[in-house]
């Protein structure tokens, strides 16, 4: 205890010693009178009190929403080592957004941040050698996919068209053409990025040849992208994806992943694409097959469908011949509806995993408590799963230690030889409801852990991530791929500024 005279000094003194010492606060941040003189005429500044403020926060799962104070809506790269100047300056935390379809739960961990909206950002320029296009930090998917398909062009990117090129690819960007050229982050051969200290750099296999590893694969941490220039490929004639899809019902489901299992662990693997959506129908979850190659012909394809054909699906479509925009369209891929928009108001959560193989028991296990959890808890009727499995040929090729991507190993692990698996759970509100968040949380565990039954190890696509997945689980097991992302990024954010999106610490 203070001695009493010490007490009754000490408000005496702490009021002299304020005066003394403490400058007067500063007024509070006015951004559009502090901020906006520091962008260039195009940029704007956007504030809560503006109508438009929702249009550019809004995220597709509401429960991972961040709280905005200003959005910068940029216009250029200099605006944009402008923003993370002054939010440094202020200690605003910051993040880049795009389609705002990103999952990772920390982005709900900004109060008070800056948004720095990258969308207008989207230039799609072919170079001048037709084997690569430059493309703003911004753009969508569907944009540069449109852009290429109009040149007679093409290259690996996500599947999904209505997510940002860059945001996807720097996590990895799995897609249709994955075994043809790749993963899309294996299209990346340049990078212009603002640093988190503000400062702009070039990033390619000579200049800052670490960071632009650390880019393919870890990119979330490490700048802001505001350029990148990919390999892109000569399309091949119309019509060369053949297509098929058929749907079963669920006590099908160890014959199915079985059949999957049996077809992928062939050497060399088919060149082809199987995605599964569990669909809910009005009972239960239906096992929905989707088969495409654009090394198969549509007699292959039938060839090949056969095994399955023989499980007697509950529905099936002839095969078809379609150019990839048909394809992706014929998926529910293209921009604007299903696989686009989220149901109005959509909150949860997303409960990823790569497998090696799939264990039937396993899936087994997962539908059934799938199913429980959406009969027993009606209000999770957006709720889904999603199987993918992507060709892989052209992504073994690719040396793997040159990218920090972690999943290429040589053998038999995730996307080289299995799948990803996303379980899905949603529901429609209005606002965040904490008991089924609560919900949402106890039962998607229960599912990924089910489905994790008979694999060695999880292994978490970073792009799916939400943040209860072990940083080995994303970035690696191997020790000196961690080591060199951590020095990587004590040398180039110290301060850890891009630390709301799978941070590597
Ligand atoms: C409907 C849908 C379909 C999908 N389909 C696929 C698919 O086919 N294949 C696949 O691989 N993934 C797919 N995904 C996952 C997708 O890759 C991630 O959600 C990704 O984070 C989306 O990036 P974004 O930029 O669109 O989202 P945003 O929410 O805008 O951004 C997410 C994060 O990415 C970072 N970021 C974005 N742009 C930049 C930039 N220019 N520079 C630096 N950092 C940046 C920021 O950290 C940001 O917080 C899909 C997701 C959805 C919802």
């Not at 990839?324 to 891929?333: D, K, V």
């Not at 997962?366 to 429980?372: A, S």
């Not at 990024?489 to 850890?496: A, G, Q």
Request: glycine letters at 10%; proline letters at 6%.
């Amino acid at each position: 205890m203070l001695p009493f005279a010490l007490l009754a000094l000490a408000p005496l003194t702490s009021a002299s010693s304020s005066c003394d010492t403490h400058p007067p606060k500063p007024p509070p941040l006015n951004f559009h009178i502090d901020l906006a003189p520091t962008l260039s005429t195009s940029a704007l500044v956007v504030t809560p009190d503006n109508p438009q403020f929702s249009y550019y926060t809004h995220q597709n799962l509401k429960s991972k929403s961040p709280q905005y104070s200003v959005v910068v809506v940029v216009a250029t790269e200099a605006d944009v080592s402008a923003a993370v100047t002054f939010a440094n300056k202020h200690d605003i935390p910051f993040t880049a957004k795009v389609s705002g379809h990103g999952t990772w739960a920390g982005l709900g961990d900004i109060k008070g941040g800056m948004n720095i909206w990258l969308r207008n950002l989207s230039s799609v320029v072919v170079a001048e050698d037709r084997g690569h296009v430059v493309v703003g930090g911004g753009a969508m998917v569907d944009e540069v996919v449109g852009r290429l398909w109009e040149g007679g062009k093409q290259t690996a990117t996500a599947l999904g068209q209505c997510i940002g090129i860059t945001g996807s690819g720097i996590g990895g960007g799995l897609g249709p053409l994955m075994g043809v050229y790749g993963l899309g982050l294996d299209q990346f051969v340049g990078f212009r990025v603002v640093l988190a200290n503000g400062t702009v750099v070039s990033a390619d296999v000579e200049t800052n040849p670490d960071l632009f590893w650390a880019l393919r694969g870890a990119g979330h941490n490490f700048g802001i992208i505001t350029e990148v220039k990919l390999r892109i490929y000569d399309r091949k004639g119309s019509s060369d994806w053949s297509y098929r899809q058929l749907s079963f019902s669920g006590d099908k489901v160890e014959a199915v992943f079985d059949e999957i299992n049996n077809k992928r662990r062939a050497s060399p693997p088919p060149p082809l694409s199987e995605i599964l959506y569990q669909l809910i129908d009005v009972l239960q979850a239906i096992i929905d097959l989707r088969l495409f190659s654009n090394a198969f012909s549509p007699s292959q394809l039938e060839a090949y469908a056969a095994s399955f054909l023989a499980l007697s699906p509950l529905k099936n479509t002839t095969t078809l011949a379609l150019d990839y925009p048909g394809l992706i369209a014929e998926m529910g891929y293209a921009t604007a509806p299903e696989g686009c928009t989220p149901p109005a108001g959509s909150f949860g959560s997303v409960f990823g995993a790569a497998v090696e193989r799939h264990v039937p028991a396993a899936m087994r296990k997962m539908y059934n408590l799938f199913n429980e959890v959406i009969k027993t808890i009606p209000e999770l009727w957006a709720s889904y799963i999603f199987v993918e499995g992507y060709g892989t040929e052209a992504m073994r090729q690719v040396p793997e230690r040159s990218t920090a991507w972690a999943h290429r190993v040589p053998h038999g692990m995730c996307w080289t030889d299995g799948s990803g698996i996303n379980v899905v759970l949603a529901y429609k509100a209005d606002q965040m409801n904490a008991t089924l968040e609560g919900i949402v949380q106890k039962r998607g565990e229960e599912i990924r852990a089910a489905k994790l039954e008979g694999q060695d190890r999880q292994r978490s696509y970073v792009n799916y991530a939400v943040k209860q997945e072990s940083l080995e689980s994303m970035y690696g097991y191997e020790a000196w791929r961690l080591e060199k992302l951590r020095g990587l990024k004590k040398e180039l954010d110290p301060k850890n500024r891009f630390g709301f999106f799978a941070p590597i610490f």
